[in-house]
């Protein structure tokens, strides 16, 4: 999977956790499943320092809620952000999906998972098959316990001639 | 593996748990920027007050400013005029 990030004097030894209040699954470490989004996200949200890296890494998804392509992990991911959303609303509070996932991480309950596997609805009109039909799926993968990852930094391949913004592509194996 | 029945049984006990003080706690404590996190939680009171009319010449009088004698009005109405 791949981890965007803006290009920086040192390569990064592991990813940057993201913070942001629009991050669907909360405080995590975001990765994508596509290189397509990953060039996509470098070259729309990548941009301070003017190019981007993509960092591959190997990842074990033994415990990871699978959401995308595993129907009982699917429907129990979505059983529980619509129970504890109910359970907000009685309250008198709606939360947003990240706060959902906030609050699921700091009671501990999303710490029994690696990570979450997730689907979000793609921006890319290269998505589009025909217009306004998105033929694939945007998935993302947001990693809450870093020991599912191996980040030893083994080889950095020079990026694309065809965008001139991509500097390296380097692998964590 | 994933034990996904043991951790909805657990989701299951901690929402049980959860009052609805302890949801707004939660969430007031992960929104700084909410205006709810200054005022806090409170309650809404029906306070009745007594209607009042306010006029300017009422205001004028009432202030000492001028006396109703000393006030013209256009065209002899008491109607607020445009500038």
Request: aromatic residues 14%; neutral net charge; proline residues 2%.
């Amino acid at each position: 999977m791949f981890h965007t990030q803006e290009k920086r004097s040192v390569l990064l030894r592991a990813p940057i956790i993201c913070t942001k209040d629009n991050a669907w699954m909360g405080m995590a470490y975001y990765f994508w499943y596509d290189t397509d989004d990953a060039f996509f996200w470098g070259i729309n949200s990548k941009k301070a320092t003017g190019y981007f890296d993509i960092y591959s890494a190997s990842i074990n998804c033994e415990d990871v809620l699978d959401t995308v392509f595993n129907e009982e992990h699917y429907l129990f991911w979505k059983k529980q952000i619509e129970k504890a959303q109910t359970s907000f609303i009685k309250a008198g509070n709606v939360l947003t999906l990240k706060q959902l996932n906030d609050y699921f991480l700091q009671r501990g309950i999303w710490a029994k998972f690696g990570g979450i596997m997730f689907q979000t609805l793609a921006s890319n009109v290269d998505y589009y098959i025909v217009k306004d039909f998105q033929y694939k799926k945007r998935i993302q993968l947001a990693v809450y316990n870093l020991g599912i990852m191996r980040l030893t930094l083994r080889s950095e391949i020079k990026g694309s001639a065809s965008n001139s913004l991509i500097t390296n592509i380097i692998c964590w194996i | 593996m994933l034990d996904l029945k043991k951790i909805e049984e657990e989701i299951d006990a901690l929402l049980a748990k959860e009052t609805k003080e302890s949801l707004n706690s939660w969430f007031l404590a992960q929104n700084p920027q909410n205006i709810n996190s200054y005022l806090g939680t409170g309650e809404f009171l029906n306070i009745s007050l007594p209607s009042i009319s306010i006029t300017i010449e009422n205001l004028c009088k009432d202030a000492g400013i001028i006396a109703d004698s000393e006030i013209s009005y256009p065209n002899n109405t008491k109607y607020a005029m445009a500038a």
